[in-house]
């Protein structure tokens, strides 16, 4: 990072550098699983199930702009946004913002594979070794650990925070939800494969339509979107964990190491 930043003059936020630091949590678990406590990736949630577990991929597609959708109207009706669309009466989405949502939704499945790295690191691996798997433990502290592993970027530029400290936690409450929801599609599909799906429409589908519309042209900086969509998230998260959703149906935990059971 060094050497690219000061001698070769690349910007930190540069995704040819953010790429391989994307990848790190998964390929860490990877060698732990493949060299350190050699158990092997039977129930490390590799299958793609796209057959029988379609229902979470369309789930995890569309999530994002389900919660883009929610958050808007959240931000109409408590007047921090006037909707200036290209659909009939400016206040409906037309044709130009409906393919530029298709657009996103359509490269977060491409970059599935990116998340990968994150959510085989930290879903897949991190999370069933926290306080012996006990999940809402271990997702809430997961989520707690993501969160303080991108704290470096609002120093480097990614992310901007008028107010560092009140920024860093209202992100911190987003990642605690995101984690939730990520943990559920999992869990329920049993595949890492689904929660990257979403991690990739979070980032490309949520993250970019609300930085457009709420942080630019409604001046409401980073914080301000995240604490709004944390509403529908915050919905979605308490539905889970109330109705006893976030439940290990599909996968396995570790009992001591380098050894899983059913």
Known sequence: MFFATKVLGVSPVNPVLQLPAFCMPGLAGLAVRRWVTREGFADAGLRLRLRSEWRYYLAAWLGPACLVA??????????????????????LPGPKEALSLLGLMVVSVVLTPVYWGEEFGWTSFLRPRLFNGRLLPSTIVTGLIWAVWHFPLAFIGYINFSHVVLGLLVWTVSFQLQEVLLMWLY?????????????????????VVLGKYLDQDAGLGPTGPMLLSAVPMAAIALWIIVSRRLTPRELTRPTTPGRFTS
């Open 187 to 207: 869990i329920r599909s049993g595949s890492v494969w689904v929660a990257s799906l979403a991690h990739a429409g979070n980032n490309m589908v949520l993250s």
């Open 70 to 91: 929610c958050t808007l109207w959240i931000a109409v009706v408590l007047g921090l946004w006037h909707a200036n669309l290209s659909g009939p009466g400016g206040v």
